[in-house]
């Protein structure tokens, strides 16, 4: 694998991720994104029960992404460059009650998102 290809995975976060403090605990350096959208989904609030979550991140209350359908419901975030191995990092940090899916961002590019665990679409 070449230098370049290292940062092969697109993560979108619309939530912690986005804190430079969740990405020095999870990914061991800040992240720089660019900002795009999530269609098709709305923002609901959800308890933190992982203390070791909620001493990262400083929240015991996070949103979650939950599927709508509806292209009128936008969720706002920044899409960042990181490693296969980096990814595996962000699903260790994340609670069971969401789950990482590919979707494509408002933008047009595919990239990995943590949603609502009961989303039961393959694609988005």
Same mark, same amino acid.
């Given at each position: 694998?070449?230098?370049?290809?290292?940062?092969?995975?697109?993560?979108?976060?619309?939530?912690?991720?986005?804190?430079?403090? !969740?990405?020095?605990?999870?990914?061991?350096?800040?992240?720089?994104?660019?900002?795009?959208?999530?269609?098709?989904?709305?923002? /609901?609030?959800?308890?933190?029960?992982?203390?070791?979550?909620?001493?990262?991140?400083?929240?015991?209350?996070?949103?979650?992404?939950?599927?709508?359908?509806?292209?009128?419901? /936008? !969720?706002?975030?920044?899409?960042?460059? /990181?490693?296969?191995?980096?990814?595996?990092?962000?699903?260790?940090?994340?609670?069971?009650?969401?789950?990482?899916?590919?979707?494509?961002?408002?933008?047009?590019?595919?990239?990995? !998102?943590?949603?609502?665990?009961?989303?039961?679409?393959?694609?988005?």
């Amino acid at each position: 694998m070449a230098v370049n290809e290292v940062h092969t995975e697109l993560l979108f976060s619309y939530g912690t991720l986005q804190l430079e403090g !969740v990405q020095m605990a999870t990914f061991g350096r800040p992240l720089t994104g660019t900002s795009d959208a999530l269609r098709g989904f709305e923002l /609901v609030l959800l308890k933190i029960e992982d203390q070791t979550v909620v001493a990262i991140s400083g929240k015991a209350h996070y949103t979650m992404a939950r599927f709508t359908g509806r292209d009128s419901d /936008v !969720v706002p975030g920044t899409v960042f460059d /990181v490693t296969r191995e980096e990814i595996q990092n962000a699903d260790t940090y994340e609670v069971a009650a969401v789950k990482r899916v590919s979707v494509v961002l408002q933008s047009g590019v595919r990239a990995w !998102v943590y949603v609502d665990a009961r989303y039961a679409s393959s694609d988005s």
